[in-house]
Nanobody, 126 residues
Framework: QVQLVESGGGLVQPGGSLRLSCAASPFRASDYAIAWFRQAPGKEREGVAY????????YYADSTKGRFTIVRDNTKNTVYLEMNSLKPEDTAVYYC???????????????????WGQGTQVTVSS
């Protein structure tokens, strides 16, 4: 059973930076992709960054490309979302999610991710 625990959310000023952490229970990395999604009040949940644990490939939503980076620390079974140049519209609850996938594949559909963390709030405001 995959377990994911997010941390690192908080209040940050526009233009600031924040790093979210997703601690994952040990599992065979070659079988999974990890992604960060977010959901703002009144809006649908959307994906912001994706990572194939098998090959290290990444994919970003247009809204976060160039500002967000998804990275992993294999020694800690942790995936991070490094967020820079934050904007008020980045305010949302951020979720870490895992998908069982074929080797090297990187799913981007919400429904393809079957394991979810509890979420962490990120608020960008002055």
């Amino acid at each position: 059973q995959v377990q994911l625990v997010e941390s690192g959310g908080g209040l940050v000023q526009p233009g600031g930076s924040l790093r979210l952490s997703c601690a994952a229970s040990p599992f065979r990395a070659s079988d999974y992709a990890i992604a960060w999604f977010r959901q703002a009040p009144g809006k649908e949940r959307e994906g912001v960054a994706y990572l194939s644990l098998a090959v290290g490939s990444t994919y970003y939503a247009d809204s976060t490309k160039g500002r967000f980076t998804i990275v992993r620390d294999n020694t800690k079974n942790t995936v991070y979302l490094e967020m820079n140049s934050l904007k008020p519209e980045d305010t949302a609850v951020y979720y870490c999610a895992a998908a069982v996938t074929g080797w090297g594949l990187l799913p981007t559909g919400l429904h393809e991710y079957g394991y979810w963390g509890q979420g962490t709030q990120v608020t960008v405001s002055s």
